[in-house]
């Protein structure tokens, strides 16, 4: 039987090298930091989740060291038989405090997160209203539940106004949106997004994958740049982003919504429990989040560096304040291209394309971090000019 799938197989698999869509993988050798060895040399990393420069901080490594000698290497269990130990209940109450919310459920990653989410709490009586743009794993959540599902412009909120009308009857509505869109860099306008939540008695669950430890004055994401962190009912995030890089995730808000996860959530429940190195690494962030804002203003220097050095020489950027930088390019095989003569360069880019991105929206996608320093957000503006340069000879 595999014979004839194999050979489908084979034949999209070309389609999609043809088409210039192919996703290749290259292999660091080392820890991820700004710098990274790929291939023969050190590669300026311009393409990591690695916001605020954490991924290889010497305090997080030692934190995580320390807990792998005290509690071991993993639970081997999940959190409800044996596999709660005191850093995850230590952790859960650290990001309910640095976050402002009543309490916090650890998962294994956000996309767990955000699966074991809606099917626990809302049935075919309710409704979840969702922006159109939201991430894959806020649609899979929402595709395994019985709830009804409504999708809305994305951050337009008169079009999310006219869903809640529609909405009406259902016995509990629920907006799900992102705090930031990964492919943009865009923000969801959360204090309008809320304002017609209590208007229309909705519920409101946002994921701030992208955006916690580093968005809002304090890096508390955008509940609190928007100033509705009390607004704010379910709020979903990663610890494999800014808080750290490596995994995990978790569900923080409402008492009462936390609780009846711990008791329904199916990845919670069928999922071992997060490594205790993990854990404590974690912790360790929080804690140099709560002692200094120099990665926040290091972050926040080097974004608005770029943007306006990459204006200057002329590239499409769309708009915004977020260490996301997308540069526009339009044709998939040419963001390729251009990915490959920045690797040339120095610069380790990745080109995104359908279907991560729509057709003719295709873009390398610059993400600055607080590693970078000034001299490196400098020479990868002079490696896109260059590259850019190669590409119209």
């Avoid at 995730?249 to 190195?277: H, W």
Wanted: with cysteine; proline share 3%; glycine share 10%.
């Amino acid at each position: 039987m595999y014979g004839a799938m194999r050979d489908d197989l084979k034949a999209g698999l070309a389609e999609i090298r043809e088409a210039g869509l192919y996703k290749g993988e290259r292999v660091i050798q080392g820890p991820q930091r700004a710098s990274v060895s790929v291939g023969d040399g050190d590669v300026l990393n311009f393409c990591a989740n690695n916001y605020l420069g954490l991924a290889d901080h010497p305090k997080l490594i030692k934190a995580a060291q320390e807990a792998l000698d005290r509690w071991g290497f993993g639970m081997a269990s999940v959190r409800f038989i044996c596999g709660t130990q005191q850093p995850h209940k230590e952790l859960e109450a650290k990001l309910s405090e640095f976050l402002g919310t009543e309490d916090t459920i650890l998962y294994s990653s956000c996309f767990d997160a955000n699966a074991g989410l809606f099917e626990t709490l809302l049935t075919d009586q309710d409704v979840i209203i969702s922006d159109e743009l939201n991430h894959a794993s806020i649609i899979d959540g929402v595709r395994l539940c019985k709830a009804k599902r409504m999708r809305y412009r994305n951050r337009d909120v008169a079009d999310l106004e006219a869903r809640l009308k529609e909405a009406s009857g259902a016995r509990y509505r629920m907006i799900a949106t992102d705090g930031v869109f990964s492919m943009d860099g865009y923000l969801a306008p959360l204090d309008e997004i809320c304002e017609l939540a209590e208007r229309y008695d909705a519920l409101v669950m946002v994921d701030d994958s992208h955006a916690v430890g580093f968005t809002g004055p304090t890096g508390r994401g955008t509940p609190e740049l928007f100033g509705v962190q009390d607004k704010v009912d379910v709020l979903t995030g990663t610890l494999g982003k800014a808080l750290g890089g490596a995994s995990g995730g978790y569900t923080s808000g409402r008492a009462e919504i936390v609780e009846m996860l711990r008791q329904r959530s199916r990845p919670y429940l069928f999922s071992n429990s997060l490594a205790p190195s993990i854990t404590a690494a974690a912790l360790a962030t929080l804690e140099l989040l709560d002692s200094s804002s120099d990665l926040l203003g290091k972050l926040r220097a080097n974004t608005e560096l770029f943007r306006r050095r990459m204006t200057e020489a002329g590239f499409d950027l769309l708009p915004g304040e977020h260490p996301i930088i997308p540069v526009m390019i339009g044709d998939a095989a040419k963001a390729g291209k251009m990915a490959d003569l920045l690797l040339d360069q120095g610069i380790y880019v990745i080109g995104f394309s359908y279907p991560v991105v729509p057709h003719g929206k295709a873009r390398i996608r610059t993400q600055m971090s607080a590693a970078h320093s000034t001299d490196d957000v400098n020479r990868a503006v002079d490696a896109f000019v260059t590259a850019r340069s190669m590409m119209d000879e």
